[in-house]
Each structure stands twice: as structure tokens, then as C-alpha cells.
């Protein structure tokens, strides 16, 4: 028998004000924060008999979730392609192919 830790999320759990307000530092609206909010307490209460879904801090595992998220949205930088090596060609339907000179 495996004894859980934590506590499980209050089913009417919501957001601080300064749960709230970090999220507007992260650029998130109400409604956004209010989502969040929501996923978070179905994920709990998907998880509730699980280790994974008790928490000691409820607030802190919003803050990591809006950040998360924020992360995961976040555009990847534009990164050009390196210049192929000598003897390749671009453009070539073969350029995987090295070019043998002669």
C-alpha cells in the first residue's frame, strides 16, 4: 500500500488575485488564466488517486502550468540552414549524393 503525499485540488479551487496577477505578467488575459484554471482542476481531478495529482502547493502548479504554456506557444527562432560542404550541390534532386570529380 502506497501512501500519497500532498493534498488533492478543492473541486471549487480558483486562481488568487496574485495567481492571477502573475499571469498578467506572463501577457494572458482573464479569460485565458480562467481556462487555465479549468484544465487545471480537470487534469486534478483526472489524477486525484494518483501521487501526481496530490500537490503541496495548488498555486505554485498553476504558476508552472501558465508558464508551460507559455513556453510551449512561444514561436521557434528562424535558424537558416548551414552551407552544405564542398562537392554538394543545392538543388540537386541528388544532393544527398556527394559529387565525384573527376
Known sequence: MSLLIGKALAENWQPSDDD???GHKLGFTNGQIDEFAEDLRLW??????RQVGR?????????????????NTRPVAYQAKPPLPLGYERGNPDNWKRKVTP
Open 20 to 22: 492571477r496577477d502573475y
Open 44 to 49: 486534478a481531478a483526472a489524477n486525484a488517486h
Open 55 to 71: 500537490k503541496a502547493n495548488w498555486n505554485a502548479a498553476f504558476r508552472g502550468w501558465m508558464r508551460r504554456t507559455l513556453a
